[in-house]
Nanobody
Framework: QVQLAESGGDSVQSGGSLRLSCAAS????????MGWFRQAPGKEREGVAA???????TYADSVKGRFTISQDIAENQLYLAMNSLNPEDTALYYC???????????????????WGQGTQVTVSS
């Protein structure tokens, strides 16, 4: 089973940008659909962005136009570029991997089998 480790979380001011990274080991991310999720205190974990094995992407409405998911299969890394951050984006961000049909992708927590430990993003107004 693939192991995942996130990095890049930080504290930024509203309007700022961050780039999160997720390093994979024990498996090739090109064999999985991959996703970014986040969980704020007192809230359920929610899907932010996902990328399928065909490279197609899906975003939550709340981040469309601001966040971009990408992957470097040669480096076995997943990324999340986040722009125009606002305090509502404050959360612990997780990357996740799942097995499925070619091109399939999902923003549902239950569709993923492997998870990282998370990296904290804090946005102040």
């Amino acid at each position: 089973q693939v192991q995942l480790a996130e990095s890049g979380g930080d504290s930024v001011q509203s309007g700022g940008s961050l780039r999160l990274s997720c390093a994979a080991s024990g498996g090739t991310i090109g064999s999985y659909y991959m996703g970014w999720f986040r969980q704020a205190p007192g809230k359920e974990r929610e899907g932010v962005a996902a990328i399928g094995t065909d490279g197609r992407t899906t975003y939550a409405d709340s981040v469309k136009g601001r966040f971009t998911i990408s992957q470097d299969i040669a480096e076995n890394q997943l990324y999340l570029a986040m722009n125009s951050l606002n305090p509502e984006d404050t959360a612990l961000y997780y990357c996740a991997a799942g097995r499925g049909l070619w091109g399939w992708r999902s923003l549902r927590v239950r569709d993923y089998q492997s998870w990282g430990q998370g990296t904290q993003v804090t946005v102040s107004s």
